[in-house]
């Protein structure tokens, strides 16, 4: 035999594996929310970052105006 206990430990590498999957899997049902809802949610959240991010612009480009104006 000349594998020795690699057979062994492929194994349980993959049990481990299966297990942190299973985890993510049940982490995710916990939440409630299917995948679609969850886009959706990130998805709002991501519109109103942008919508902030556009707010602060706009405000910096009418600063840098009147600083010129001046």
Same mark, same amino acid.
């Given at each position: 035999m000349t594998r020795? /206990? !690699?057979?062994?430990l492929a194994?349980?590498? /993959?049990? $481990? $594996?299966?297990q942190?999957? !299973?985890?993510k899997k049940n982490a995710s049902e916990k939440t409630g929310m299917s995948l679609q809802e969850r886009k959706h949610r990130d998805a709002e959240l991501m519109r109103e970052? !942008?919508?902030?991010?556009e707010e602060q612009v706009a405000a910096n480009i009418n600063t /840098?105006?009147? !600083?010129?104006?001046n």
């Open positions: 020795g /206990n !690699q057979r062994d194994r349980a590498k /993959n049990q $481990k $594996k299966q942190e999957m !299973q985890k970052k !942008q919508r902030k991010k /840098n105006r009147k !600083q010129t104006a």
